[in-house]
């Protein structure tokens, strides 16, 4: 029986475009920005940003370093937001439903600048923040590790003190589903910008 649900954030939650933002840190003078910004896992300072190597105010000084510039820290905020849209309204009040019935958790590679957003009511088009929605929102770069490391994973089962038997996980990357079914979790794979609410219906009807 399934008692906790998992989500993947970027891909999932809320659509990602990686084009946007590879265009947006060009114009900062990231030329090579496309070999940094990937779909599942980053590279170069990016990577370092999301594992909690460095924080924002390192991120920002050491981006204007390897550009030559300084870069205002509001200038590249906006580039990382530009990465990701608000979720969709018919999102939050579907996982809002499902509160009602499992425990709700985000397990997400990300970063503060991201979070920070994510985490204030400005972010939802219901201004309900994803602190009030979840139950625990568990970060790569709090965590100081990224998936698909299978470390992430046990790490947040540990501390939501959920069993994965009982527990199902939602990515958009499949290699990323690949840990959480070694430790026992049930799987689904979603695609970026898709309304998954029907795939996941038939899934926790036929567990």
Known sequence: MIKNIIFDM????????????????????????????????????????????????QFCNMLGKQVGKEIPREAIEDAWK????????????????????YRLFILTNNNPIIMGWARSKEFSPTR??????????????????????LKIFRMMLEDARIHPEESLYIDDSPRNLVPARELGMKTLHVENASDWRGELEKMLEEI
Do not use: W
């Open 82 to 101: 530009s990465i990701i849209s608000p979720p969709l309204e018919y999102k939050i009040q579907y996982i809002k439903v499902l509160k009602e019935k």
């Open 10 to 57: 970027g891909g999932v939650i809320v659509d990602v475009h990686l084009a946007r933002a590879i265009e947006k840190f060009k114009a900062l003078g990231v030329k090579n920005a496309d070999e940094f910004i990937d779909s599942s896992h980053h590279k170069g300072l990016f990577i370092d940003f999301e594992n909690g190597n460095i924080d924002t105010e």
């Open 128 to 149: 309900d923040s994803f602190s009030d929605i979840f139950d625990k929102i568990f970060t790569s770069y709090e965590m100081k590790c990224t998936k698909p490391d």
